[in-house]
């Protein structure tokens, strides 16, 4: 990732997620982190596609102290998933919401804009994973 793809990619999500300390750091030609107040919270993989660019964010949360694996993700479970991410991302406006008739994963949204969705990972947790498209990032 060059330089100018950081500083888009990082000026888009921190608008999308209403968080000025958003930023984004290339580790790498197809890879980076995600940065809030200057500290990684997620790992970001650059794809291109037949000339389609998109970027893959991916955030690990820990399963709550006594969970089990395969937990379902309840009401109890996102609303910990929603402070938990709030607080990560420092996006206030972030919400977590079940989907119909699935137990095993949520969907995140900020100011009713579907960003992405959290699901259970045996070895991580609960992982949020967003895509962005480069056409995304165009003014």
Do not use: W
């Amino acid at each position: 990732m060059n330089a100018t793809e950081c500083t888009r990619l990082g000026a888009y999500l921190s608008k999308l997620l209403g968080s000025p300390t958003v930023s984004v750091v290339a580790r790498g030609a197809d890879g980076g982190a995600l940065l809030v107040d200057g500290a990684a919270v997620a790992e970001l993989i650059r794809d291109d596609d037949e000339g389609e660019l998109s970027y893959a964010i991916s955030l690990a949360v820990p399963r709550a102290p006594g969970a089990k694996k395969n937990a379902p993700i309840d009401d109890a479970e996102r609303a910990r998933l929603q402070g938990v991410l709030r607080q990560k991302l420092h996006a206030a406006e972030l919400d977590v919401r079940a989907r119909p008739r699935k137990t095993d994963s949520a969907e995140v949204y900020v100011h009713n804009e579907f960003v992405g969705t959290i699901s259970a990972d045996e070895d991580e947790g609960q992982v949020l994973t967003m895509s962005v498209l480069d056409i995304d990032l165009e003014d």
